[in-house]
Nanobody, 124 residues
Framework: QVQLVESGGGLVQPGGSLRLSCEVS????????IGWFRQAPGKEREEVAC????????WYRDSVKGRFTISRYNAGNTVYLQMHSLKPEDAAVYYC?????????????????WGQGTQVIVSS
């Protein structure tokens, strides 16, 4: 049974940093592509960053390029999202998701397994 558990969210001032973690259990992480997604109140869930199963390919939405970094530590069954220079518009519930695939797709519809989310609040 695949389980994903996010952590690391919280309250941060604009310009601050957070590192989100996604611990994956029940599978061999290296077989899975992982994505980070977010959903703000009243908005649809959107893609933030994705990383391929092989760790060779990453994708970022334009608004986070240069500020966010996705990485994975397969031996530790953990995927990270390092976020710098946070803006109020980054505030949302952040979810990690997994799919057993070698395709390079970063879309909400493509991912099969989801965590419960961790909330990020960006406010002074």
């Amino acid at each position: 049974q695949v389980q994903l558990v996010e952590s690391g969210g919280g309250l941060v001032q604009p310009g601050g940093s957070l590192r989100l973690s996604c611990e994956v259990s029940g599978v061999t992480l290296e077989d899975y592509a992982i994505g980070w997604f977010r959903q703000a109140p009243g908005k649809e869930r959107e893609e933030v960053a994705c990383i391929s199963h092989s760790n060779e390919t990453t994708w970022y939405r334009d608004s986070v390029k240069g500020r966010f970094t996705i990485s994975r530590y397969n031996a530790g069954n953990t995927v990270y999202l390092q976020m710098h220079s946070l803006k109020p518009e980054d505030a949302a519930v952040y979810y990690c998701a997994a799919v057993n695939s070698r395709a390079q797709v970063c879309s909400t519809w493509y991912y099969d397994y989801w965590g419960q989310g961790t909330q990020v609040i960006v406010s002074s």
